[in-house]
């Protein structure tokens, strides 16, 4: 059973539009959650993080939001870049390094 | 700055061979674990370790083996390997302060077995 879920395969969006990634979880008790990028052939890179006492994180063109209550987070990319092009991966941990990751997301931003 | 460092970048075994995954780090972190990544499966955590001489199981641990008997150096084993263990294996080290930490990951390793 996944306790961590991606559920878009992939998504498409147009140079400098918004890019949203979602990802939902179902331990109530994850504290810690993460989104890594993915080039191919290259490992996972850390993008950006959110403790559970937060419900946004903001680092310049990247915000995660998290809703506890829905157990659910989310990934803005504003504005998107073809760089962006990846896999992004959402993880979550409980009391710190032994994270728990979805399947991945291909995000493909269009010029 | 080498970071987190895995040989060999590419593998073929046959049925049944045993081969080592090596994983080194030159952060100084505690922690450092193996993951395994599958066409829609995400990352899978094989084993981790929390310090020299203390080394348990992730999600899917059956079939390899790891030790850890310098900060450095985390290597995983395949004992006996199988169709199965064809895949791209990650090893990442962290740090954890409180309630922030990253995971860096090494450039991964892609074996497959025949």
């Known amino acids: 059973d996944q306790q961590v879920k991606q559920n878009s395969p992939s998504l498409s969006v147009q140079e400098g539009r918004i890019s949203i990634l979602n990802c939902d979880y179902t331990?109530?008790?994850?504290?810690?959650f993460l989104w890594y990028k993915k080039y191919p052939a290259e490992g996972p890179t850390f993008l950006i993080s959110i403790s559970s006492i937060k419900d946004k994180n903001e680092d310049g063109r990247f915000t995660v939001f998290l809703n506890k209550s829905a157990k659910h987070l989310s990934l803005h990319i504003v504005p998107s870049q073809p760089g962006d092009s990846a896999v992004y991966f959402c993880?979550?941990?409980?009391?710190?390094?032994?994270?728990?990751f979805g399947a991945g997301t291909i995000l493909r931003v269009k010029s | 700055n080498a970071g987190v460092t895995q040989t060999p970048k590419f593998q073929v075994l046959k049925t049944g061979q045993s081969m080592t995954l090596q994983c080194a780090q030159d952060?100084?972190?505690?922690?450092m674990s193996w993951y395994r990544q599958d066409p829609g499966m995400g990352l899978r955590l094989i084993h981790y370790?929390?310090?020299?001489?203390?080394?348990d199981q992730g999600e899917v641990p059956n079939g390899y083996n790891v030790s850890r008997s310098t900060t450095e150096d985390f290597p995983l084993r395949l004992l006996s390997a199988a169709p199965s263990q064809t895949s791209v294996y990650f090893c990442a080290s962290s740090y954890w302060t409180g309630d922030t930490g990253e995971l860096f990951f090494g450039e991964g390793s892609r074996l497959t077995v025949l």
């Open positions: 331990n109530s008790m994850f504290d810690y």
């Open positions: 952060m100084n972190h505690e922690y």
């Open positions: 370790s929390v310090g020299a001489g203390i080394t």
């Open positions: 993880a979550a941990s409980l009391s710190g390094n032994k994270l728990v």
